[in-house]
């Protein structure tokens, strides 16, 4: 099944704008925690930001805010005032288990959106 | 020092070659991790090693052979791999092994099975 889904496999946002790219996540686990990375054309993977399933308030990191909606469980990014480096495919990913459960821990990737910001 | 180093960035072998694909940290994380992806697809996870023991082998081929030789370097040994092997090698690494930590990506190797 399916645990990090990501609907939009394209959006185009122009410069200076804000943009939300979505996900949702299913987990029966009480503990997880929801990441979301940056990939641009070259390859590497960018840390962009992290929300904890119990965490009070939403992650944000400058440019960067998480929309955490744990009853719906939905963990969209936000990212303001769009920017042309900005263009990158983004997966949103969770993490379940670890050492305090018991089990190993996994990071699991939802499908990408590709974001283009155009002028 | 916050970086993974891999090396190759890029790597063509032969179906009968040998080869080995390279991760170092020096960040004192404690687990390592290997992904493969392919174009226009997520990473998908191979193996996690937590404290230098292998915790997760997602039921990957045997021609693939992890090996984690200290805390600071992570291995993936390569033999006979088929085409469809082809694809970006990323390795990670994290403090420890649990939900809320994150991951931190090396560039990746390019491999390209002929």
């Known amino acids: 099944a399916q645990k990090i889904t990501q609907t939009q496999p394209g959006m185009f946002v122009q410069e200076k704008e804000a943009v939300t790219l979505d996900c949702t996540y299913d987990t029966s686990d009480p503990s997880y925690g929801l990441f979301w990375y940056k990939q641009p054309s070259s390859g590497e993977m960018i840390f962009l930001i992290y929300?904890?399933?119990?965490?009070?308030q939403n992650a944000t990191e400058g440019r960067y805010s998480l929309n955490f909606q744990k009853a719906r469980k939905s963990a969209n990014l936000v990212i303001s005032a769009s920017q042309l480096g900005d263009s990158a495919m983004y997966f949103c990913?969770?993490?379940?288990?670890?050492?305090?459960?018991?089990?190993?821990?996994?990071?699991?990737f939802g499908t990408g959106t590709r974001l283009q910001v155009t002028l | 020092d916050t970086e993974v180093t891999q090396t190759p960035k890029h790597l063509v072998m032969g179906m009968t070659n040998k080869k080995s694909l390279k991760c170092e940290q020096h960040?004192?994380?404690?687990?390592m991790y290997w992904y493969k992806q392919k174009a226009k697809k997520p990473p998908e996870l191979m193996f996690v090693?937590?404290?230098?023991?292998?915790?997760i082998n997602e039921s990957v081929p045997s021609r693939f052979s992890p090996e984690c030789p200290n805390s600071s370097l992570l291995n993936l040994h390569l033999h006979a791999l088929q085409p469809e092997d082809s694809a970006l090698y990323l390795c990670a690494s994290s403090p420890e092994d649990g939900f809320n930590e994150k991951l931190f990506f090396g560039s990746g190797t390019q491999l390209s099975v002929l």
């Open positions: 929300q904890g399933s119990y965490d009070q």
């Open positions: 090693y937590s404290y230098e023991k292998l915790s």
């Open positions: 960040m004192g994380h404690r687990a």
């Open positions: 990913a969770m993490r379940e288990g670890g050492l305090r459960t018991g089990t190993a821990s996994k990071l699991t």
